[in-house]
């Protein structure tokens, strides 16, 4: 291709440069000695935002992204502090984390798993952030969550509710504040048995995907053993929009109880569905057939709008909590409060569990006194708290998964507004939906944390 | 040089010199100024940079020579996936028989839907191709749970056994290597205010494009490429001269259902973890876009494209209002907050519609692509040097 031609000063001079050039990276590199990936070194430290803003779960991500700024705005002392007046942990100062003003980046999951992870991922290596929190599915929540462990920061997650993220796919850099599958079981089934009685027949329509699949177990096992009998699981497609077809044969089957394990688009279809066929206004083996939403939300229920009148199911949390049942759910209302004023109406519980996750990595931090994410996740272990507005809450050592009361709610009959749609039933409290980690529907015993990861 | 021509060398050389200068030409901006919200340089986007232009180009093979629309395939991505991951659950965490094996089961997968949908063409095959990705998505997310771990998707654990090596000591997972060399370890390069990442798993990356590239090239001026173009540019007459197209056809679609298998298993390389969206129809729309938005049947469009393409979903989508508070914060307050409003429908979760307008200007004005793009600015720099313009793209087969 080209002649070259070596002579003793020609091989001088290159070795010279390439000397130079080798030496130059050792010269210039600074601050490599790090003692954890991302460890903060100026006076900020970034948060990274991962939030639905596109896709099924849009409305999600965009409450949960108003609530992690306030959560930026009450954390660097700005606003009137929400939630960090009612905190039983007084180590938050208002001066950011360790006197570093908190900043943050936000980015779009799209609710796909690969998205997310892509997201997460410019979060961590361009940007920064030294912990990653939200998401508003299961998919999305284990693939970030499996990230974070392997790129060594703490995952705090979001609206996720599928027994797997602490249960089978638990790790050591992940934590999660919401409830799942199996505590909706629980909570549900002693107040279902009060209100339809114990002898019932049961037929389940599940959506055919992990959250359905530990959603339909988890209701099931619980409301067998309050005596009820299930007739039949029916898996339906996650991208039906018609049941029309799984409805029909729910009227032969002699059940008198419709549960159906849907959540978003899905919910709200298959349920307008059962309520056109008239499965409410029936009566079966003498009783009035009734039909059960396990994992309910404000957002669905307004798009499910007239049909959830009266229909049962489970909530994380409800704004109206504090106002309906007293000071134990304190701080609810400091945080309906700072959020209303913020942006004009109340916050949905993926707004609530990631403002608290964004606070209570916080706290875990100052307390630790290091962002070391090892030493992070040992000041989360079996911390105790109060004051976020779900009442005494543990944050649970051996699958980082947070115990607390389960709200049991129910579509009110005549709502006063758009943000008023469900009633709270009933607050089932935290030791009846208490389970042993090695719990065979949360993975068993091979189910492990894995160590802690710190990444550099 | 190669086997290949001047002007196609000095194509190769070109984009060796782009991929590899990759972490310099992508980070462009100081770390800490305003314009560092642009810079790509980071070890993930580069590899995504890569590994969708190894799929782009193999889907070229296909739409860009043959002509024929296939709308499936990410399932061949998501088949060579599942592979790769299986593989490290089960044999070793190395990369290498990983990707052998992603190759492989793409491959058969892609001889098995390629001989259906090829018994159509036109619209037809393309709605077939698009058939059998859905059906693969809808089973992996909920039939084949147990072989495909469903919605949350397979990654490596700790518990996982392997064959050929035991578990590391004290609870810690695995992770992709190339014997020993983690993907993940990267060498991070501080001039000044620049930084600049060098990482293990986005040069193996790259390598492999290079090959992959290497082979397109070698394709597109075969016999056999030749006669792909004939496939495209008359199919009648081929049949006429009594020519059996078929065979061609599905090679075609086999070899670039194989890239297709290459990149997923790459893509598990770099990143152990899979989850059926990966199969999903809007990822066969995505590789249609990058190849028609750099430019079908060219040599470097396609890679192109897929840099284009997967610049605006990470770069663009994560400029958000704060951010543009920043930029037009040397306005009055008044002319600012216009500023933002205009501005803000196209960042952030406005990535899509940026990304569809230049989409329609491309196809509007520059039908060959990016690559013509390129030519035509070439052109106006003088004839000598729109020659070498010319050497460095091939002609577009339209």
Same mark, same amino acid.
């Given at each position: 291709m080209s002649n070259s031609r070596f002579t003793r000063r020609g091989l001088l001079k290159t070795s010279a440069i390439a000397g130079a050039g080798l030496a130059a990276p050792t010269i210039f590199t600074a601050g490599s000695a790090a003692a954890h990936t991302n460890e903060p070194t100026g006076d900020t430290v970034t948060l990274g935002f991962n939030v639905p803003q596109s896709g099924p779960y849009a409305d999600e991500g965009g409450d949960q992204l108003r609530a992690y700024k306030l959560a930026v705005e009450h954390l660097n002392g700005e606003g009137d502090g929400g939630m960090l007046n009612t905190f039983t942990s007084k180590a938050l100062q208002g001066n950011g984390i360790m006197g570093k003003k908190v900043q943050y980046v936000t980015g779009d999951t799209q609710t796909k798993s690969d998205a997310a992870r892509a997201s997460a991922k410019s979060m961590i290596e361009k940007d920064g952030a030294v912990m990653v929190t939200g998401g508003s599915s299961s998919g999305v929540a284990v693939a970030v969550q499996a990230l974070c462990q392997e790129a060594g920061i703490i995952f705090m997650s979001g609206l996720t509710h599928s027994n797997d993220t602490t249960g089978k796919d638990r790790k050591a850099n992940g934590f999660r504040h919401f409830f799942n599958s199996y505590m909706s079981g629980a909570a549900l089934a002693p107040v279902l048995a009060n209100a339809y009685g114990t002898d019932r027949k049961a037929y389940h329509l599940t959506a055919d995907y992990n959250w359905g699949y530990t959603t339909e177990e988890a209701v099931r096992t619980s409301t067998e053993a309050m005596g009820w009998e299930t007739v039949e699981t029916v898996l339906t497609p996650l991208t039906a929009t018609d049941f029309s077809a799984y409805i029909a044969p729910v009227l032969q089957s002699g059940a008198d109880v419709l549960v159906l394990n849907h959540y978003g688009g899905n919910m709200v279809n298959? =349920?307008?569905?059962?309520?056109? &066929? /008239?499965?409410?206004?029936?009566?079966?083996?003498?009783? @009035?057939?009734?039909?059960?939403?396990?994992?309910? +939300?404000?957002?669905?229920?307004?798009?499910? /709008?007239?049909?959830?009148?009266?229909?049962?199911?489970?909530?994380?949390?409800?704004? @109206?909590?504090?106002?309906?049942?007293?000071?134990?759910?304190?701080?609810?209302? *400091?945080?309906?409060? +700072?959020?209303?004023? @913020?942006?004009? $109406? %109340? %916050?949905?519980?993926? *707004?609530?569990? /990631?403002?608290?996750? !964004?606070?209570?990595? !916080?706290?875990?931090?100052?307390?630790?006194?290091? $962002?070391?994410?090892?030493?992070?996740?040992?000041?989360? @272990?079996?911390?105790? $708290?109060?004051?976020?507005?779900?009442?005494?809450?543990?944050?649970?050592?051996?699958?980082?998964q947070c115990f607390k009361d389960v709200v049991v709610v129910k579509g009110k009959e005549d709502p006063e507004n758009e943000f008023d749609l469900v009633e709270i039933v009933e607050v089932t409290p935290v030791d009846q939906v208490m389970y042993a980690p090695d719990h065979p529907q949360m993975g068993g015993a091979e189910a492990t944390l894995g160590s802690c990861n710190a990444g550099a | 040089m190669l086997? =290949?021509?001047?002007?196609?060398?000095?194509? =190769?050389?070109?984009?060796?010199? =782009?991929?590899?200068? *990759? %972490?310099?030409?992508?980070?462009? &901006?100081?770390?800490?100024?305003?314009?560092?919200?642009?810079? *790509?340089?980071?070890?993930?986007?580069?590899?995504?940079?890569?590994?969708?232009?190894?799929?782009?180009?193999? &889907?070229?093979?296909?739409?860009g020579l043959t002509g024929y629309l296939s709308f499936g395939h990410a399932a061949f991505l998501g088949v060579g996936s599942y592979a790769a991951i299986w593989m490290m659950k089960l044999l070793t965490t190395n990369i290498i028989p990983a990707m052998v094996l992603a190759v492989i089961i793409a491959g058969l997968f892609s001889l098995i839907v390629g001989y259906i949908s090829l018994r159509r063409s036109g619209i037809y095959f393309s709605i077939l191709t698009l058939a059998f990705a859905q059906m693969s998505f809808a089973m992996a997310y909920s039939v084949l749970t147990p072989l495909t771990g469903g919605e949350t998707g397979l990654q490596l654990r700790n518990t996982d056994a392997r064959i050929l090596e035991s578990a590391p000591d004290g609870g810690g997972i695995s992770r992709a290597n190339l014997f020993g060399l983690e993907m993940t370890s990267s060498y991070e390069l501080t001039l000044g205010a620049w930084e600049f990442t060098f990482n293990v798993g986005y040069y193996i990356a790259a390598i492999v494009m290079l090959l992959a590239f290497y082979l397109s090239i070698r394709i597109f001026r075969s016999p056999f490429g030749m006669m792909l173009r004939a496939i495209k540019s008359n199919n009648t007459r081929m049949n006429y001269t009594g020519l059996n197209a078929k065979p061609y056809t599905l090679a075609a679609f086999v070899i670039s259902g194989m890239y297709a298998g290459l990149a997923g298993g790459l893509m598990v390389a770099m990143d152990t973890q899979v989850g059926p969206e990966r199969m999903f129809w809007t990822a066969s729309g995505e590789v249609v876009l990058m190849t028609i938005l750099g430019g079908a049947g060219t040599l470097i469009g396609p890679v192109l494209g897929a840099g284009m393409i997967k610049y605006m979903e990470n770069i663009i989508s994560k400029i958000n209002e704060t951010i543009l508070h920043q930029w037009f914060a040397f306005m009055p307050d008044g002319i600012e907050d216009l500023m933002v409003t205009m501005v803000y429908p196209f960042i952030g979760k406005g990535w899509h519609l940026t990304l569809g307008l230049i989409f329609m200007g491309v196809v509007i004005f520059l039908p060959g692509g990016l690559v013509e793009g390129g030519q035509r600015i070439a052109r106006l720099f003088g004839k000598g040097k729109a020659a070498d313009a010319k050497d460095t793209q091939s002609t577009p087969a339209e």
């Open positions: 298959s =349920l307008t569905n059962a309520v056109q &066929f /008239g499965l409410r206004d029936l009566e079966v083996n003498g009783k @009035k057939f009734e039909i059960v939403v396990p994992l309910y +939300s404000e957002l669905m229920a307004r798009g499910a /709008g007239e049909n959830v009148k009266g229909i049962f199911g489970s909530q994380n949390w409800d704004w @109206k909590l504090e106002n309906q049942l007293g000071a134990r759910y304190t701080g609810t209302n *400091a945080f309906v409060q +700072s959020f209303g004023e @913020k942006y004009g $109406f %109340p %916050p949905s519980q993926a *707004a609530h569990t /990631g403002y608290v996750q !964004a606070l209570l990595y !916080a706290d875990a931090v100052e307390r630790a006194g290091s $962002f070391n994410p090892c030493a992070v996740g040992e000041a989360l @272990k079996d911390f105790e $708290f109060d004051g976020m507005g779900n009442g005494p809450t543990l944050y649970r050592g051996a699958d980082h | 086997g =290949l021509t001047k002007k196609d060398f000095s194509l =190769l050389m070109l984009v060796v010199a =782009l991929t590899m200068l *990759a %972490p310099f030409i992508l980070n462009p &901006f100081p770390e800490g100024s305003a314009m560092a919200q642009f810079n *790509a340089g980071y070890p993930d986007l580069m590899q995504r940079f890569v590994i969708f232009g190894i799929f782009a180009i193999g &889907f070229n093979i296909l739409f």
